[in-house]
């Protein structure tokens, strides 16, 4: 059983990163497939060039190489989008990067460092850059990517969920400011079968199969239909006065904490 409206995010313009694959990928083809236009950037420009042409079959998708580390990106990512569809109403802040995981005591700097320029500090870039456009739109929505892992807390994830942390304080003050402009800052903590998720759980199957094993609702989330319905839901006009929220999509694991 499905359900997805087909033209619930038309004359929506939207920014997903990291849409390459994963989370991202699952995101955009959610909100193609109810009739927005989406700008995928990503740092991989192969794959990202497979995605983009496997998703233009859902609606129109254009495409930006940036690298998040780069302090410029969020300017380059918020002009194309302009100069693609002429105008930004959504922000899906979902790139991440990690090194691998490491008890507290070894996590070095460069570990540390790499989780918040690609996290908390590129999602603020990009949401200040995309600001002024959702003003001149009337209003935007945007859904930053927080994690279970930050909300609860994971042995061996410490940079990871600090950055993440970062990205619901940063949101939550950001919905507190730009309400009065009709902008929603929301954040989604999922658990979903991503191509990350599979090269962890190449490395960790035990931790993996234990991971699936705490969900209540006993399989993990699906990219597209399970997380990329939410955010549809989240940017889209269906949800016009929820903000400041963190919602986990995960089938219950994280959710009472
Ligand atoms: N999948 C899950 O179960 C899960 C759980 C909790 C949180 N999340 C969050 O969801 C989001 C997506 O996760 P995922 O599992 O799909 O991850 P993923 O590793 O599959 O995808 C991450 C994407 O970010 C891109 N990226 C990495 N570094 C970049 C850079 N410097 N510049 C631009 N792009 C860059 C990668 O190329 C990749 O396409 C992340 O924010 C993650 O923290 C996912």
Same mark, same amino acid.
Request: aromatic share 4%.
């Given at each position: 059983?499905?359900?997805?409206? $087909?033209?619930?995010?038309? %004359?929506?313009? =939207? !920014?997903?990163? %990291?849409a390459a694959q994963g989370v991202g990928k699952g995101v955009a083809a959610a909100l193609l497939e109810r009739g927005a236009s989406v700008l995928l950037t990503d740092i991989q420009d192969e794959k990202l060039a497979d995605t983009t042409g496997e998703l233009k079959a859902l609606g129109p998708a254009e495409s930006l190489v940036a690298d998040l580390r780069d302090p410029e990106s969020g300017q @380059? !990512? =918020?002009a194309a989008a302009v100069d693609a569809f002429g105008a930004v109403h959504g922000l899906v802040n979902n790139a991440i990067a990690t090194n691998e995981p490491k008890s507290f005591v070894n996590i070095t700097l460069e570990d540390f460092a790499l989780g918040h320029d690609v996290g908390p500090r590129a999602t603020f870039l990009l949401m200040q850059a995309v600001h002024p456009l959702m003003v001149k739109a009337g209003g935007g929505s945007i859904v930053n990517l927080g994690s279970g892992t930050g909300t609860g807390g994971e042995p061996k994830w410490g940079g990871y969920a600090t950055a993440k942390e970062g990205i619901r304080g940063l949101s939550k003050v950001a919905a507190l400011e730009w309400g009065r402009d009709n902008i929603r800052v929301n954040v989604i903590c999922p658990f979903a079968e991503s191509d990350g998720v599979k090269f962890w759980k190449s490395f960790a199957p035990k931790e993996y199969e234990k991971a #699936? %094993? @705490? #969900? $209540?609702m006993k399989r993990i989330g699906d990219v597209h239909t399970d997380v990329g319905a939410l955010v549809a839901f989240l940017l889209g006009s269906d949800a016009t006065f929820i903000t400041g929220q963190t919602i986990h999509v995960d089938g219950g694991i994280g959710s009472f904490r």
């Open positions: 059983m499905t359900y997805s409206h $087909p033209n619930s995010m038309s %004359g929506h313009v =939207a !920014i997903v990163t %990291g @380059r !990512i =918020a #699936v %094993g @705490r #969900v $209540p």
